[in-house]
């Protein structure tokens, strides 16, 4: 059974950091995508960043410089490292994975494309 949970989020201020933790369970497949997710209120759930089985990363432009995806295998977790936080980035946020399909040049940030779905960590920013 797989098992995504995430950890991390909070009340921050702009300007402020975190780190975002997803530990994974029960994922065996080898050749994978791994990605964070996010979805404010009234928006649709947004692909934030991925990683793929390579360490190969896509990330969304609204974060590109801000945040970092990273996976530690010995660990079997997922983070997602968030920097110079604003308002815009307040919302729920999910760790998700799938199989990774290589007729893509890179892994989806679709949220349709992926399987399995941790329960979400809240993140809010204040200004």
């Known amino acids: 059974q797989v098992q995504l949970l995430e950890s991390g989020g909070g009340s921050v201020q702009a300007g402020g950091s975190l780190r975002l933790s997803c530990a994974v369970s029960g994922y065996t497949y080898s050749r994978y995508c791994m990605g964070w997710f996010r979805q404010a209120p009234g928006k649709e759930r947004e692909g934030v960043a991925t990683i793929d089985n390579s360490a190969s990363t896509t990330y969304v432009s609204s974060v590109k410089g801000r945040f970092t995806i990273s996976k530690d295998n010995a660990e079997n977790t997922l983070y997602l490292r968030m920097s110079s936080l604003n308002s815009e980035d307040t919302a729920m946020y999910y760790c998700?994975?799938?199989?990774?399909?290589?007729?893509?040049?890179?892994?989806?940030?679709?949220?349709?494309?992926?399987?399995?779905w941790g329960q979400g960590t809240q993140v809010t920013v204040s200004s």
């Open positions: 998700a994975a799938t199989n990774r399909d290589w007729r893509l040049r890179s892994c989806s940030r679709d949220p349709i494309q992926y399987n399995y």
